[in-house]
């Protein structure tokens, strides 16, 4: 079974970067196609991008393309989410999630979630 600990998060103001951080436990993360999603209040959970397990394919939102840039480390278990130019519609729980299989950006496709960590953006 694979853990998943998002971290990272915080506030930050209009413009400003940050990144998050998803350590996964286990012996299987390499095994899994992993991805970030969001929920702002009020919103559904919506798809930030996704990394396939060898690395070699990214998926994006095509609103965040060029701002945000998703990255596994596979020596530290860890994938990352580096977030420029933030603006308040940012602001959301970011989770990360985990699932056999290739890429999707589809919520129900990946089984493993986090508890997400919030990122706040200020005007």
């Known amino acids: 079974q694979v853990h998943l600990i998002e971290s990272g998060g915080g506030l930050v103001q209009t413009g400003g970067s940050l990144s998050l951080q998803c350590a996964a436990s286990g012996h299987t993360f390499d095994t899994f196609t992993m991805g970030w999603f969001r929920q702002a209040p009020g919103k559904e959970r919506e798809f930030v991008a996704a990394i396939n397990r060898n690395d070699a394919n990214t998926l994006y939102a095509d609103s965040l393309k060029g701002r945000f840039t998703v990255s596994r480390d596979r020596a530290k278990t860890t994938m990352y989410l580096q977030m420029n130019s933030l603006t308040p519609e940012d602001t959301a729980v970011y989770y990360c999630?985990?699932?056999?299989?290739?890429?999707?950006?589809?919520?129900?496709?990946?089984?493993?979630w986090g508890r997400g960590t919030q990122v706040s953006v200020s005007s």
């Open positions: 999630a985990a699932r056999n299989g290739g890429l999707s950006d589809y919520y129900s496709a990946y089984n493993l």
